[in-house]
T-cell receptor
Framework: DVKVTQSSRYLVKRTGEKVFLECVQDMDHENMFWYRQDPGLGLRLIYFSYDVKMKEKGDIPEGYSVSREKKERFSLILESASTNQTSMYLC????????????FGPGTRLTVT | AQKVTQAQTEISVVEKEDVTLDCVYETRDTTYYLFWYKQPPSGELVFLIRRNSFDEQNEISGRYSWNFQKSTSSFNFTITASQVVDSAVYFCALSAYSGGGADGLTFGKGTHLIIQP
């Protein structure tokens, strides 16, 4: 059974803290993605990666960075968390090539106070 | 730029009614893929269907059916004889094919479907 796991379901951090959100997939997928989901805005792409150490900006990369040191793991980093980064963060993975269906993790609800 | 519009923010129907969720997309690419995902109250997105821009055949899977029309840039989703378990937020999404690497999905804002018993 395919699986994408995220390190935390709920996280509370203070403004200015450095925050790491971890995502691991066990499907040997090349592509991995980070989205944030906000009410009334749907899901928006933050960053994605198509290979180890490769990364591409999505639609809303400002205030975020990513790291992909191993194929199965893709980390989202908030260098200095702000209250407007309070959101649900969803990680996904997919096979390489033509756009395939993405498999999503359960999400991390981050609150920045 | 790509765009997906789901004009229906929320739909409420009584169980066993048929319901159609609308999706209209915009893209300049000639090769693209369309998706529908379901997000139940538990929160995890569940993949329902993928369609490429060259395949306009409608698809039926049990009580679910999809109507893809390039002429109107629409990819609508119909649930026949709805059930309470169909209650969820449904997202339509679009991805262009750049010929290599990965491409993220462009999502609509979602339609919250409520099936009342």
């Amino acid at each position: 059974d395919v699986k994408v796991t995220q390190s935390s379901r709920y996280l509370v951090k203070r403004t200015g803290e450095k925050v790491f959100l971890e995502c691991v997939q066990d499907m040997d997928h090349e592509n991995m993605f980070w989205y944030r989901q906000d009410p009334g805005l749907g899901l928006r792409l933050i960053y994605f990666s198509y290979d180890v150490k490769m990364k591409e900006k999505g639609d809303i990369p400002e205030g975020y960075s990513v790291s992909r040191e191993k194929k199965e793991r893709f980390s989202l980093i908030l260098e200095s968390a702000s209250t407007n980064q309070t959101s649900m963060y969803l990680c996904a993975s997919s096979r390489i090539g033509q756009p395939h269906e993405q498999y999503f993790g359960p999400g991390t609800r981050l609150t920045v106070t | 730029a790509q765009k997906v519009t789901q004009a229906q923010t929320e739909i409420s129907v009584v169980e066993k009614e048929d319901v159609t969720l609308d999706c209209v997309y915009e893209t300049r690419d000639t090769t693209y893929y369309l998706f529908w995902y379901k997000q139940p109250p538990s929160g995890e997105l569940v993949f329902l269907i993928r369609r490429n821009s060259f395949d306009e055949q409608n698809e039926i899977s049990g009580r679910y059916s999809w109507n893809f029309q390039k002429s109107t840039s629409s990819f609508n989703f119909t649930i026949t004889a709805s059930q309470v378990v169909d209650s969820a937020v449904y997202f339509c999404a679009l991805s262009a094919y750049s010929g290599g690497g990965a491409d993220g999905l462009t999502f609509g804002k979602g339609t919250h479907l409520i099936i009342q018993p």
